[in-house]
């Protein structure tokens, strides 16, 4: 009877090792898994782990919001005894023990999209948000022909990434263009579409002579150019936004959106994914890496170096049909 | 006497706190506030919450709660979505056929949660829970865990501040919300049912007694409660035109605080249509008035976190 014991066991610890030691594992946590964002971070990480022959494993929390459970899921990576972690921080504060915890175990992490307080980790790679704010500003002054009212309206509060992007953009407005008038900057419009379509058609009722409109993410962009459209001023209203779907890529065509800033979620993930691997193997990775942004319009998004950003090869990485 | 003045104050209670709200913003709000247009936006605005707040007053009255709204709301814009994308909508009749489809599909997931809270005697609150992940599951999987872009079809000018033909004066979406109110009106005073439901939800055991099928009634209020959803969905639909399997978290609450504002009582047995409807409006005056006086979303919370305990306790003190 011991010695069956001890043989399932002996069997058990093995097979444990076995499966450690086949395959290098690396986890890529996004913040939601629920956007077209993140699958280009998926598909840019799935490729990554193609070339490197390394196991790519992939889960989020089931709402954008929900720190405590992709706390939970950094802990279960580190229990299931991962190499290697690359995570979107859903909040600057409340993933830094858990990442620490995963450092003290030699499990190198590599945070991207959004930044996190502390230093334990190996590297930061993500878009400089307060420049690309910075971009929209400029791009937004030039429709209007550097004049006009202007409103912006915020995502979510505590949201890092989009609260760059508003802060740079009204930077830039007030130091660069003094004709243009911002004539609402401090309502945010909660966390759903609905939300920030409201918003948008209270505000646009507020402000009938509004010439421009400066939305920071997906959510609200898309939002603002159905209140648009709702109060028969899309199109005569500038609306530049952030973030690409098929969505807003209708809205563009049709001149409703007048541009978005479009970030590179693909490499983000591909560098993310590389950059934990090389961490792993000891080399020495830069601390911080800023991937670039872009500006699309109705001009320009069929160019074929706009398109590889805009539609990263999603199918072919995730074995989508 | 007293019964029918009490009837009376159930109704005026939610009407004369809305005057109070909208009062206070008169005062406060740009004068752009009581434009004719941004009075329409306001009803617009209300007609998701409102059409929801609907059915949730059926299984309300009847002593239930519904937690799966917001999912099923969120799986009809995908499923109208999806089948638009999937036939081309071509035609008128695809388009309402659609829509229907979706209303039927939510209707049979009330029909469900009815079905295993009436046989199997779980409590509500329970079923419900978990129906609301299941629904939104569901959603995520059918959208691919992405918003889903439909064709431009005629469902989208439902919500349409400005309708046309311009005669319509309200959305489409406003009409549809009055007319189903009145009907609900009319089932909750008039009809056997309605009537039932409350026997149902003021005494269990006295509507057994009085040889009442509990089971069925129960189970065609859920159903009923599914249907009402399915319909707010239809108009979440042709407010956003794309099916968001996100779409609508947490909306569920924001009924249950209609209902309640306008004097639904959690432990069953009261609850009107009208008042449901009113409770809907004062939430959206409430987020457009502080969107115009430009008042943080952070004051929002805590003046309707407010409104929903003041409009319980003031119903409370009438009881007394």
Redesign the interface.
């Known amino acids: 009877m011991q010695r069956i014991i001890l043989f399932i066991s002996a069997v058990f610890i093995l097979s444990l090792a076995c499966s450690h030691s086949s395959q290098v594992e690396i986890a890529l946590i996004p913040k939601g ?4 964002y993140w ?1 280009g971070v998926h598909a840019g990480g799935a490729k990554a782990a193609h070339e490197l022959g390394v196991k790519l494993l992939w889960q989020g929390p089931q ?2 919001s929900d720190r405590e459970q992709q706390i939970n899921i950094v802990q279960n990576f580190i229990s299931r005894g991962v190499d290697a972690i690359v995570l979107a921080p859903l909040d600057e504060f409340a993933l830094m023990r858990p990442v620490s915890a995963a450092v003290k175990r030699n499990i190198p992490v590599v945070i991207v999209d959004s930044g996190l307080q502390g230093h334990d980790f190996a590297s930061y790679i993500a878009t400089d948000n307060y420049a690309a704010g910075e971009l929209a500003a400029q791009k937004l002054t030039d429709l209007l022909g550097g004049a006009g009212d202007v409103f912006l309206v915020r995502f979510n ?1 505590g949201s890092n990434s989009t609260g760059l992007r508003e802060e740079g953009f009204l930077a830039w407005i007030r130091d660069n263009a003094p004709a243009i008038r911002l004539v ?1 900057t ?3 419009s ?5 939300l920030a ?3 948008g ?3 646009l ?2 402000f ?1 002579n509004v010439k421009g409109i400066f939305c920071p993410n997906e959510a609200t962009t ?1 939002g603002l150019m ?1 209140a648009l459209q ?3 001023k899309a199109k005569s209203v500038k609306l530049v936004g952030f973030d690409y ?3 807003v890529a ?1 809205g563009i065509r049709t001149g409703e959106i007048a541009g978005v800033v479009v970030q590179d979620p693909f490499r983000m993930g591909y560098e993310g994914v590389k950059t934990a691997y090389a961490a792993l193997q000891g080399e020495i990775v830069p601390l911080l890496v800023k991937t670039d942004v872009i500006f699309v319009t109705a001009e320009n998004m069929n160019d074929p170096d706009i398109r590889a950003v805009t539609e990263p090869e999603i199918a072919r990485w995730l074995d ?1 049909k | 006497m007293i019964k029918r003045l009490q009837d009376k104050l159930n109704v005026l209670g939610p009407f004369l706190g809305l005057i109070f709200v909208f009062a206070i913003f008169i005062a406060l709000a ?1 004068a ?1 506030f009581v ?1 004719g ?2 009075l329409k ?1 306001i009803i ?2 209300t007609v ?1 919450v409102g059409i929801g707040a609907l059915g949730m007053t059926f299984i309300i009255i009847s002593g239930g709660i519904d937690l799966s709204v917001g999912s099923l709301i969120a799986l009809v814009t995908v499923l109208i979505a999806k089948t638009l994308t999937l036939t081309g909508a071509d035609s008128a009749t695809l388009v309402w056929g659609a829509a229907l489809v979706a209303i039927l599909v939510s209707t049979f997931i009330g029909f469900l949660s009815g079905l295993i809270t009436a046989l199997w005697g779980i409590v509500p609150f329970i079923v419900t829970l978990g129906m609301m992940q299941i629904a939104r599951g569901v959603a ?1 999987w059918l959208a ?4 889903v ?1 439909a064709p431009v079809t005629g469902l989208n000018t439902m ?4 309708p046309e033909p311009a005669w319509l004066i309200f959305a489409p979406g406003v009409w549809l919300m009055i007319g189903l109110t009145a009907i609900v009106i009319f089932v909750l005073k008039y009809t056997v049912f309605g009537r039932y439901v409350f026997v149902l939800g003021s005494n269990e055991q006295a509507a057994r007694l009085c040889g009442i099928e509990v089971r069925l009634h129960r189970i065609l209020v859920y159903t009923l409660g599914g249907a009402f959803a399915g319909i707010a969905g239809v108009m ?1 639909f042709a ?4 099916g ?6 947490g909306l569920e609450l924001d009924i249950i605080a209609a209902v309640v504002i306008g004097g639904g009582s959690l432990s069953g047995g009261e609850g009107s249509a009208l008042g449901s409807i009113l409770g809907a409006l004062m939430m959206a005056i409430l ?2 008035g502080c ?2 006086v ?1 008042i ?3 004051v929002q919370n805590i003046l309707i976190g407010s409104i929903i305990i003041g409009a319980v306790a003031i119903d409370r003190l009438k009881h007394k």
């Open positions: 898994t629920d956007i077209m699958k709402k954008e509060e609402s401090d309502q945010y909660g966390a759903t579409m609905e379509l409201q918003t058609q209270n505000l009722n507020k009938p898309f159905r709702t109060a028969g779907t098929d969505a209708n989508e | 740009p752009s434009s247009y941004n936006t617009t605005q998701i995520k691919n865990e992405q918003t872009v919500m349409n501040v400005d979440q407010n956003l035109t794309i968001d399997p996100t779409a609508a978290v987020r457009n969107n115009l430009g943080p979303t952070y």
